[in-house]
């Protein structure tokens, strides 16, 4: 298990479309979160699970937006009627629930998501 | 609410200059850690340090050092000696914890450019 892996890297989509990207955090992390982050701007929280629940959500999700974490691994995050406003990074996090030695985020490389 | 602002949005520096990054962040939690995180073109987010609330020490690693300051809400980062391949952006997050581990609130990050 070397880190945190998204899929896919890059999607160009037009817009009215849906989307979706998955997010396969490390095996021992049972948090996982979603960011954006759009040009010049610092990510933006999303949502997060713990396990399978979805613990909270941002008011940037919209309803557009959702997210799931069926088994408590892997994540899905699917956009659906895809606009313009959309394009951005999309980033994974995951992290250990605790706040031991080794707790800290791990990020993954991130979908970048065009929207034309 | 947790907020974290750095104040410098771009910042360009000769080789082997020192410089420094600021952080200041606002939180109402007598426990929290603070991050930063460097982003190089690539776009991953890469761990740089971890630091909690009740430890006050500076840390330095290499050529890296940062300089965490409850009295004026602080966690500065100084990079001596830098090199062109310490451009990116780099950020700074925030993570509350007396009601459980909060997803991280990042800064808008500030861009370094070293130039040769």
């Known amino acids: 298990d070397t880190g945190v892996s998204q899929n896919p890297r890059h999607k160009i989509t037009k817009r009215g479309q849906n989307v979706t990207f998955r997010c396969d955090p490390i095996s021992e992390h049972n948090r996982l979160y979603w960011y954006r982050q759009t040009l010049g701007q610092g990510p933006e929280f999303l949502t997060y699970?713990?396990?399978?629940?979805?613990?909270?959500k941002s008011r940037l999700l919209s309803d557009r937006f959702s997210a799931e974490r069926p088994k408590g691994s892997f994540s899905t995050l699917e956009i659906q009627r895809t606009e313009q406003g959309d394009s951005a990074m999309y980033l994974c996090a995951s992290s250990p629930q605790g706040q031991g030695r080794d707790y800290g985020y791990t990020f993954g490389s991130g979908t970048r998501l065009t929207v034309v | 609410a947790q907020k974290v602002t750095q104040a410098q949005t771009e910042i360009s520096v000769v080789e082997k200059e020192d410089v420094t990054l600021d952080c200041v962040y606002e939180?109402?939690?007598?426990?929290?850690?603070l991050f930063w995180y460097k982003q190089p073109p690539s776009g991953e987010l890469v761990f740089l340090i971890r630091r909690n609330s009740f430890d006050e020490q500076n840390e330095i690693s290499g050529r890296y050092s940062w300089n965490f300051q409850k009295s004026t809400s602080s966690f500065n980062f100084t990079i001596t000696a830098s090199q062109v391949v310490d451009s990116a952006v780099y950020f700074c997050a925030l993570s509350e914890h007396n009601s459980g581990n909060t997803p991280l609130v990042f800064g808008k990050g500030t861009r370094l450019s070293v130039i040769a």
């Open positions: 939180t109402r939690d007598t426990t929290y850690y």
């Open positions: 699970f713990q396990n399978e629940a979805q613990l909270e």
